[in-house]
Protein backbone atom coordinates (compact mmCIF):
# COMPACT_ATOMS: atom_id res chain seq x y z
CA UNK A 1 0.00 0.00 0.00
CA UNK A 2 0.85 3.32 -0.33
CA UNK A 3 1.39 6.41 2.09
CA UNK A 4 2.50 9.71 1.79
CA UNK A 5 5.38 10.77 -0.15
CA UNK A 6 7.52 7.80 -0.62
CA UNK A 7 6.75 6.09 2.48
CA UNK A 8 4.71 2.55 2.46
CA UNK A 9 2.08 1.65 4.98
CA UNK A 10 2.76 -1.14 6.25
CA UNK A 11 -1.06 -3.09 7.26
CA UNK A 12 0.75 -4.89 10.33
CA UNK A 13 1.96 -1.58 11.23
CA UNK A 14 -0.31 -1.30 14.46
CA UNK A 15 -0.17 -4.93 15.41
CA UNK A 16 3.09 -4.92 17.74
CA UNK A 17 0.43 -1.96 19.83
CA UNK A 18 -2.17 -3.88 19.62
CA UNK A 19 -0.67 -7.08 21.24
CA UNK A 20 0.35 -4.80 23.99
CA UNK A 21 -3.14 -3.47 24.78
CA UNK A 22 -4.08 -7.12 24.96
CA UNK A 23 -1.28 -8.47 26.71
CA UNK A 24 -2.33 -4.88 29.47
CA UNK A 25 -5.80 -6.85 29.70
CA UNK A 26 -4.02 -9.99 30.97
CA UNK A 27 -2.10 -8.30 33.43
CA UNK A 28 -3.99 -5.43 34.73
CA UNK A 29 -4.09 -5.10 38.77
CA UNK A 30 -7.46 -5.44 40.67
CA UNK A 31 -8.40 -2.25 41.93
CA UNK A 32 -11.15 -1.19 43.98
CA UNK A 33 -13.43 -1.56 40.98
CA UNK A 34 -16.48 -4.20 41.00
CA UNK A 35 -15.23 -7.49 40.78
CA UNK A 36 -17.77 -8.05 37.43
CA UNK A 37 -16.46 -4.92 35.96
CA UNK A 38 -12.72 -6.03 36.40
CA UNK A 39 -13.59 -9.51 35.05
CA UNK A 40 -15.44 -7.75 31.88
CA UNK A 41 -11.86 -5.74 31.23
CA UNK A 42 -9.87 -8.93 30.72
CA UNK A 43 -9.64 -9.59 27.20
CA UNK A 44 -12.90 -7.23 26.06
CA UNK A 45 -11.34 -7.87 22.77
CA UNK A 46 -13.36 -10.85 22.70
CA UNK A 47 -16.07 -11.55 20.35
CA UNK A 48 -19.00 -12.86 22.73
CA UNK A 49 -18.92 -16.57 20.48
CA UNK A 50 -15.20 -16.88 20.31
CA UNK A 51 -13.23 -19.70 19.84
CA UNK A 52 -11.11 -19.62 22.86
CA UNK A 53 -8.58 -22.34 23.72
CA UNK A 54 -6.01 -22.58 26.62
CA UNK A 55 -3.61 -25.29 27.09
CA UNK A 56 -5.84 -27.44 24.79
CA UNK A 57 -8.85 -26.39 26.93
CA UNK A 58 -12.06 -25.03 25.30
CA UNK A 59 -14.09 -22.59 27.07
CA UNK A 60 -17.59 -22.34 26.03
CA UNK A 61 -17.67 -18.42 26.25
CA UNK A 62 -15.86 -15.17 26.50
CA UNK A 63 -17.22 -15.14 30.61
CA UNK A 64 -16.19 -18.00 31.45
CA UNK A 65 -12.42 -17.50 30.29
CA UNK A 66 -12.64 -13.96 32.25
CA UNK A 67 -13.67 -15.32 35.17
CA UNK A 68 -11.15 -17.93 35.19
CA UNK A 69 -8.38 -15.83 34.14
CA UNK A 70 -9.24 -13.28 37.57
CA UNK A 71 -8.65 -16.51 39.37
CA UNK A 72 -5.32 -16.43 38.53
CA UNK A 73 -2.60 -15.09 40.33
CA UNK A 74 -1.05 -12.24 38.42
CA UNK A 75 0.95 -11.90 35.50
CA UNK A 76 3.76 -10.32 33.43
CA UNK A 77 3.60 -10.72 29.96
CA UNK A 78 5.96 -9.41 26.98
CA UNK A 79 6.05 -10.12 23.94
CA UNK A 80 9.23 -11.53 22.33
CA UNK A 81 8.09 -11.77 18.66
CA UNK A 82 5.05 -11.84 16.49
CA UNK A 83 3.85 -13.11 12.62
CA UNK A 84 1.01 -11.60 11.03
CA UNK A 85 -1.19 -12.25 7.55
CA UNK A 86 -3.90 -10.24 5.95
CA UNK A 87 -6.11 -12.23 4.58
CA UNK A 88 -9.67 -10.98 2.64
CA UNK A 89 -12.63 -12.37 3.66
CA UNK A 90 -16.24 -11.63 2.28
CA UNK A 91 -16.33 -9.36 5.42
CA UNK A 92 -13.20 -6.96 5.11
CA UNK A 93 -10.12 -8.68 5.90
CA UNK A 94 -8.72 -10.73 8.98
CA UNK A 95 -5.19 -10.65 10.58
CA UNK A 96 -3.85 -14.09 11.37
CA UNK A 97 -1.23 -13.84 14.23
CA UNK A 98 0.94 -15.95 16.35
CA UNK A 99 3.04 -14.81 18.62
CA UNK A 100 5.67 -15.68 20.96
CA UNK A 101 4.97 -14.09 24.23
CA UNK A 102 6.68 -14.37 27.85
CA UNK A 103 4.55 -14.50 31.46
CA UNK A 104 5.48 -15.17 34.55
CA UNK A 105 3.01 -15.46 37.37
CA UNK A 106 3.06 -14.49 41.08
CA UNK A 107 3.71 -17.03 43.03
CA UNK A 108 3.36 -15.49 46.65
CA UNK A 109 0.18 -17.14 46.90
CA UNK A 110 -2.30 -14.42 45.99
CA UNK A 111 -4.71 -14.28 43.60
CA UNK A 112 -5.54 -10.86 41.30
CA UNK A 113 -8.24 -10.50 44.30
CA UNK A 114 -5.77 -10.29 46.84
CA UNK A 115 -7.38 -13.76 48.39
CA UNK A 116 -4.78 -16.13 50.16
CA UNK A 117 -5.53 -18.87 52.27
CA UNK A 118 -3.61 -16.93 55.14
CA UNK A 119 -6.07 -16.61 58.30
CA UNK A 120 -4.30 -13.01 59.18
CA UNK A 121 -4.66 -10.72 56.65
CA UNK A 122 -1.05 -9.45 55.88
CA UNK A 123 0.23 -12.89 56.79
CA UNK A 124 1.58 -14.27 60.50
CA UNK A 125 3.99 -11.24 60.52
CA UNK A 126 1.26 -8.59 59.76
CA UNK A 127 3.46 -7.04 56.54
CA UNK A 128 1.74 -6.18 53.41
CA UNK A 129 2.63 -8.88 50.97
CA UNK A 130 4.36 -7.70 47.33
CA UNK A 131 4.28 -9.74 44.20
CA UNK A 132 7.01 -12.62 44.04
CA UNK A 133 6.64 -13.19 40.41
CA UNK A 134 8.14 -16.80 38.77
CA UNK A 135 10.97 -17.30 36.12
CA UNK A 136 9.67 -17.23 32.63
CA UNK A 137 7.69 -19.37 30.91
CA UNK A 138 7.56 -19.83 26.97
CA UNK A 139 3.70 -18.87 25.35
CA UNK A 140 2.72 -18.93 21.92
CA UNK A 141 -0.77 -16.64 21.59
CA UNK A 142 -2.96 -17.77 17.72
CA UNK A 143 -5.50 -15.50 17.01
CA UNK A 144 -8.27 -14.85 14.33
CA UNK A 145 -8.22 -10.49 14.65
CA UNK A 146 -10.49 -8.23 12.93
CA UNK A 147 -8.72 -5.67 10.73
CA UNK A 148 -10.93 -2.95 12.82
CA UNK A 149 -7.97 -2.95 14.88
CA UNK A 150 -6.32 -0.30 12.73
CA UNK A 151 -8.98 1.85 13.88
CA UNK A 152 -9.35 1.11 17.58
CA UNK A 153 -8.21 -1.50 19.81
CA UNK A 154 -10.84 -1.55 22.55
CA UNK A 155 -13.25 -3.10 19.89
CA UNK A 156 -14.24 -6.75 20.10
CA UNK A 157 -12.41 -8.03 17.36
CA UNK A 158 -10.77 -11.64 17.89
CA UNK A 159 -12.68 -14.60 16.99
CA UNK A 160 -10.69 -17.35 17.55
CA UNK A 161 -8.17 -16.77 20.36
CA UNK A 162 -5.65 -20.12 21.55
CA UNK A 163 -3.37 -19.22 24.39
CA UNK A 164 -0.35 -21.82 25.46
CA UNK A 165 2.01 -22.60 27.59
CA UNK A 166 5.17 -23.85 25.35
CA UNK A 167 8.15 -23.44 28.66
CA UNK A 168 7.57 -24.33 31.59
CA UNK A 169 10.80 -23.64 34.67
CA UNK A 170 11.65 -26.29 36.79
CA UNK A 171 11.70 -24.51 39.38
CA UNK A 172 8.61 -22.71 39.27
CA UNK A 173 5.83 -22.90 42.06
CA UNK A 174 3.23 -22.76 39.56
CA UNK A 175 2.21 -25.39 37.40
CA UNK A 176 0.28 -25.68 34.40
Known sequence: ???TGNQAVDPTAKLEQF?????DTLDAEYKNETPEYYKSMILPQLLPQSRIIMNGQPFGSKAQ???LW???PATQHQTTSFDSHLLPTNNGSVYII???LKVRFDE???????????LLPGGPDGRL???LFSNWFG????MVVSEKINTNFNIECISSFDYRITECPDNSVFMI
Not at 19 to 23: E, G, N, P
Not at 108 to 118: D, L, M
Open 98 to 100: LAH
Open 108 to 118: SGRNRFGQTTE
Open 70 to 72: STL
Open 19 to 23: LKALT
Open 1 to 3: MQG
Open 65 to 67: FQE
Open 129 to 131: HRP
Open 139 to 142: VTVS
